[in-house]
C-alpha cells in the first residue's frame, strides 16, 4: 500500500471489484467501459493481465484506476489499452463544497497519489478519457504527453428534431432506403452476433483497418455476456432476407446513453442509405426508451469522421495522456524509429 496526503492506494482484491464498479456508477467520470465487468473479460481475450488501483482517505473510495496491462519485451510491465474499449483512465469522485479551490486541490491531491502509485510499479502508462473528463493538468504538469481525440455525441430529445438536423443528402437517402424491402431486427441470439462480426470483418477488410482482436467464438461470448446483462444490442438491417448491415450498441441505463460501439456492412449496399436508416431506427429506438445522449465513439479517423459528421451531431473533445519511463521509454522510442 502506497500513502500521498493521507490518501492510501492500493490494489482491490478481487472480492472488492463489484465495490469498484459501483463508484464508477456515481461518478459523473465514469462509464461503463472502466469497469470490471467490461475490462476483465477483454483482457482475458486479449492476453492481459487485469488490476485495479484505487485511492481511498478516511476508508472512503475517492477515486482509482481498472486497468489492464502485460509485459513488454518479457520483461517491464506497462499499461495497455485493450481493443475496442473506447474511455480508459482513472475515474475519481469531486468533494462536497462550494469551493472550486478545494475541489480541485482534493481532485488533484488523488490523481497524483495514483499516479505514484502506477509509476512506482509500470513503467509505461495509458489513458483516454471520456468526454466528462476535463481537468488532467496534473499529468501535464508531470511530463505526460496530452493529445486531444473527438467524437460526436447527439442530445436525444424527439424523433422530429432528428430527422430535420441530419445532413440533407443523408435524408435524401433514407427516403430512397425506405422504399426498399427491409427489416431491423433487434436480436442478441448466436445467429445475430455472428452476423455483426461478420459484417464487421468485411468492413475492415474494405477499409484496410486492422482486425479486431477477437475470434468469432470470444465475440459471441463477449456480447452475450453483456446482452445478458442488458448493456448491449444488436441491430441488424434485413435487406432481400439477407442481413446487410449491423449495429452493436452497448448502453448504460442509469445514465440515459447509448453508444454506437461496432458496425460492418456488406460493400454492395453502401449506396442504397440502408446504414444510414438503419442508424436512424437505432437513435428512434433509445429515444422511446428514454436515453438523452448517443455516442457515436470517435472521430478521429478522416473517413469514419465524415460519415458519422453526416449526422449532425456536435463534435466533443475528449483527453488521452501517455507517458513512459526508463528501458521501456528507450524501446518503445527504438521501435517506433524502425
Partial sequence: MASSNKIETRYLQEEEYSLWDAFV?????????????WLRPLAKFQHLNFSIAACFKGGKMI?????????????????????KTPFFGPVFMSSNTRYRSKIESQLHTAMNALNDFIFSRYQHFIASFSPATTDIRPYSWNGFETRIRYTYVGE??????????????????????????????????????????????QSFKRQHFQQSGFTKQQFLSFIKTFSGEGSS??????????????????????????????????????????????VQRIIEHYISEGY???????????????????????????????????????????????
Fill in 25 to 37: 456508477d456515481q461518478s459523473p467520470e465514469g462509464t461503463i467501459f472502466q469497469k470490471s465487468i
Fill in 63 to 83: 477515486g482509482g484506476l481498472a486497468f489492464t496491462w502485460k509485459k513488454k519485451f518479457g520483461v517491464f510491465p506497462i499499461i495497455q489499452i485493450p481493443l
Fill in 156 to 201: 436525444l430529445n424527439s424523433n422530429i428534431q432528428l430527422q430535420e438536423n441530419f445532413d440533407s443528402d443523408i435524408r435524401r437517402r433514407i427516403k430512397k432506403a425506405q422504399e426498399l424491402d427491409h427489416e431491423v431486427i433487434m436480436d442478441n441470439s448466436d445467429t445475430y452476433i455472428n452476423h455483426a462480426w461478420e459484417l464487421e470483418q
Fill in 233 to 278: 444490442m444488436v441491430f441488424t438491417m434485413i435487406h432481400e432476407g439477407a442481413p446487410i448491415a449491423s449495429v452493436v450498441t452497448v448502453h448504460e441505463k442509469t445514465r440515459g446513453i447509448a453508444y454506437y460501439w461496432q458496425a460492418g456492412a456488406s460493400k454492395d449496399y453502401l449506396s442504397t442509405g440502408l446504414n444510414q436508416l438503419l
Fill in 292 to 338: 438523452k445522449k448517443f455516442d457515436l465513439v470517435g472521430a478521429d479517423t478522416d473517413t469514419i469522421a465524415r460519415y458519422k459528421s453526416t449526422f449532425n451531431f456536435p463534435l466533443v473533445p475528449m483527453y488521452s495522456v501517455i507517458k513512459s519511463r526508463g528501458m521501456t521509454k528507450f524501446g518503445l522510442m527504438i521501435k517506433k524509429f524502425v
